[in-house]
């Protein structure tokens, strides 16, 4: 019976990395691995895929999936692709290694994957009988391969500046807020008891992970939790709404994207008159859009068009700065913001397809 000879095709870089994406986002996993080995396996028509790390493969799919696999030892030019941090072709691919006397796999190429401080794994395309590889595959691949890194560097910088801000606990708010329950302890100790709680909540939303989401739900629950703790220590003079709906609630979106907003608002915002603030969260058109709007001190005009910058001044809010730019680096786009002498409104959007 003749072998099937399978067409490879050409497919627009782009449409590949979209599939990828929402994957990488959340750096090399065996999920993401899979993820990019099944999307270059069926898009680019290669006898079989391959994704490692440094250490064994993540994900394997394709001709020979019933002797290869996730857990397997790489083959040595994937360790020489990895130290060169270089691509390579191996012309008799897995065949000097695997000792399965019908293993249908040929030459492979060899892609590393970077992060910004060294390799974090590689792509491997196999040729088969039916799908050999010829130059423009290995061109392909080696493309991709430099996307793939540029992804999943962009991941390393979301999640650094995500730790950097988990860890800006600012001491102020601590002593405020302890002095705060303190005074209840006596005189309301219920309240005091249900402050501890919120404060307790509050520590766990800054040591969440990084690279993991949440819905939209349980941040805006952290954000209840940091209100309850001002809200006791500024009373009637903070008024807070937040209305989202269902829809929104189940959106899933990096940790600590409205928190800082709500802070930021009230540390910014906050004057001897009574501070109005709401938070509003709606879906629309596959997208997400949360509204932080406060009738406080507005931004100065020398000020704004900076304050969004990292590291610019101190007395307009590092949260927002950080904000901003995790966004960009989740999704190519960050806050949108517009201040007046008399409030100030934030916006962000995230699509809800992660």
Not at 39 to 59: C, Q, S, Y
Not at 86 to 103: D, K, N, Q, S
Not at 218 to 240: C, D, I, P, T
């Amino acid at each position: 019976m003749p072998r099937v000879r399978r067409p490879r095709r050409r497919t627009p870089a782009l449409q590949l990395l979209d599939a990828t994406l929402p994957e990488l986002r959340r750096g090399l996993t065996e999920s993401a691995a899979r993820s990019v080995a099944y999307e270059l396996f069926e898009k680019l028509g290669f006898g079989a895929v391959a994704v490692t790390d440094r250490n064994e493969v993540l994900a394997f799919v394709g001709a020979g999936a019933d002797h290869h696999g996730p857990g397997d030892t790489p083959m040595r030019p994937v360790y020489e692709s990895i130290t060169r941090g270089e691509p390579l072709l191996a012309p008799l691919g897995i065949r000097t290694e695997c000792g399965h006397p019908a293993c249908p796999l040929g030459a492979a190429a060899v892609a590393p994957l970077q992060l910004s401080d060294g390799p974090a794994g590689t792509v491997v395309a196999y040729a088969t009988a039916g799908s050999p590889l010829d130059e423009g595959a290995v061109e392909d691949l080696n493309a991709l391969g430099r996307q793939l890194s540029a992804q999943l560097q962009l991941s390393e910088l979301s999640t650094a500046t995500s730790t950097a801000l988990q860890a800006q606990m600012e001491p102020h708010f601590v002593f405020n807020a302890l002095n705060t329950i303190a005074s209840f302890i006596r005189t309301e100790p219920e309240r005091a008891r249900k402050l501890v709680l919120a404060f307790a909540d509050h520590l766990r939303s800054r040591l969440a992970r990084p690279g993991e989401f949440v819905t939209l739900e349980e941040e805006l629950r952290h954000v209840r939790s940091y209100l309850e703790l001002e809200q006791a220590r500024f009373g009637s003079q903070l008024q807070v709404t937040i209305d989202a709906d269902r829809d929104a609630l189940a959106v899933r979106l990096p940790p600590l994207l409205v928190q800082p907003l709500v802070e930021n608002a009230i540390k910014h915002g906050k004057t001897d008159r009574p501070l109005h603030l709401s938070v509003r969260a709606r879906v629309r058109r596959g997208r997400l859009r949360v509204t932080v709007r406060d009738d406080g001190r507005g931004i100065a005009r020398d000020v704004i068009d900076h304050v969004l910058e990292q590291g610019v001044g101190e007395g307009t809010g590092l949260g927002l700065a950080n904000v901003h730019l995790r966004l960009k680096a989740h999704y190519g786009e960050g806050v949108r913001l517009r201040s007046f002498p008399f409030g100030t409104i934030v916006r962000l959007e995230v699509p809800t397809a992660q």
